[in-house]
């Protein structure tokens, strides 16, 4: 179910209050840099593949509402999952948040004070916090009588919100316009904090899974690319650039680091994102085993009404169209079967291997427009299976009707590059605890907007974030 709102009464509402609230910037456009961390449960832990399954499930139902949340980074080891969020300062003075984000969201929302039914508690062993507007010096609680507010308002007259989702979760509350905080390092290394107003939402009620404790955080931080999202409230008044990118670690501990700006790495491969959609769908035209394309058509994964390809780092696992699920297997199951044996867990295609997995699957390539290829190792669609410490490994993807998803599983070990300047997304294999180059992007077209050239323009300032990404999984049906 999608939210009550058009997007282009979104854009002219969040640039209303912004304008209106709060006078010019003064922070120059940058690049963002955040380092991440983990709390991982194994996947032979009792939440087992179905529960983590199940956690997707609802967060699809959630996705393919039109409404989604930002999941963004964590580390996707084989044998480690979970969600994901970061901790985020809001209000003068600044409070710290624990916000749970995605790159298929827009709103940013917090948990308010006054909200009755909201979680006290946490399965995620953090502290809840309750943003208070009259606490903060600098909050402005978008009225009904302003011009650029739709027509929905509280009983206070406060500019409201509603969200409903398909898995019937809800949230309501009202817009406030207050600050972001964001540490910039200076060039003689020094660190200055530095604020930008953002327009988001304070929750006073939530229902569904949102209102389940051992699900809950103070809010959700979406990196979506609609004109609530922060990404375009902070882009559109020059505070970062309009392009973020992240590297998963995928093995111990996990961490890494994601980035509002564009990281710089030789062997990039870019593909076009599919225009005028609500996730980050991309056009993928086949698939390959062992170098050999499987019988499926294309057609499959074309993007239409309720079908279509899209990354989306808030999943866990990976699914496929359930067109091309079963070749896909077959495929697999034709290279591997003189050195594993097919087994089935848990509704999964396992393989039961006494030596190396490295030496025994294939590689997998997944071809996107533009001969752009995703080259996936083994432990990109493997992961240990629950039945056994060791020697049983199944297939990560998951049959869909409609839909491809390429969750944690996929993007793990990659620098992957959301780049919507040029309405594009790129990657290549990266050791994600290594340092990254970063950079505004450069324009790659003379047909460039004379907002681009103006990104481009701006004097450019390193900000770090002291934003930490944690993942957890808890034993029960999760929504990311």
Known sequence: MRAERSSWMEFLFTAALILAAFSPLAVSCATT?????????????SAGVEKISAQDRARHARLFSGVANFSVYGSADSE?????????KLGSPPQEFSLQIDTGSDLLWVSAKTC????????????????????????????CSNKACPTRCTENGECSYKINYEDHSETDGYYVVDRIYLDSIQPDSTIATSSAPIVFGASTYQSGELGDSALAVDGMFGLGHGPLSPISQLSSEGVIPRVFSHCLKGEGLGGGTFVLGEISEPGMVYTPL??????YNLDLQSIAVNGELLPVDSSVFTTST??????????TLAYLVEEAYEPFISAVTAVVSPSATPILSEGQQCYSVTSSVSQVFPAVSFNFANSASLLLKPADYLHQSVMDVGGIWCVGFLKKPGVTILGDLVLKDKIVVYDLVHQQIGWTYYDCLKAVNVSVPKQRSSSASSSDMLLTSLPLAIIILSLQIFSVIVDQVNVN
Do not use: M
Not at 80 to 88: A, C, S
Not at 117 to 140: G, H, M, Q, V, W
């Open 116 to 143: 009755g039914n909201c979680p006290r508690s946490s399965s995620f062993r953090i502290e809840l916090r309750f943003y208070d507007a009259a606490a903060s010096s600098t909050a402005k609680v978008v009225p």
């Open 80 to 88: 480690l999952y979970g969600i994901y969020y970061t901790k985020v």
């Open 306 to 315: 309720g079908r279509g390809t899209f990354i989306d780092s808030g999943t």
């Open 274 to 279: 599919v225009p005028a959609q609500p996730h």
């Open 33 to 45: 840099v955040l380092r991440l961390e983990r709390t991982p449960v194994p996947l032979n832990s």
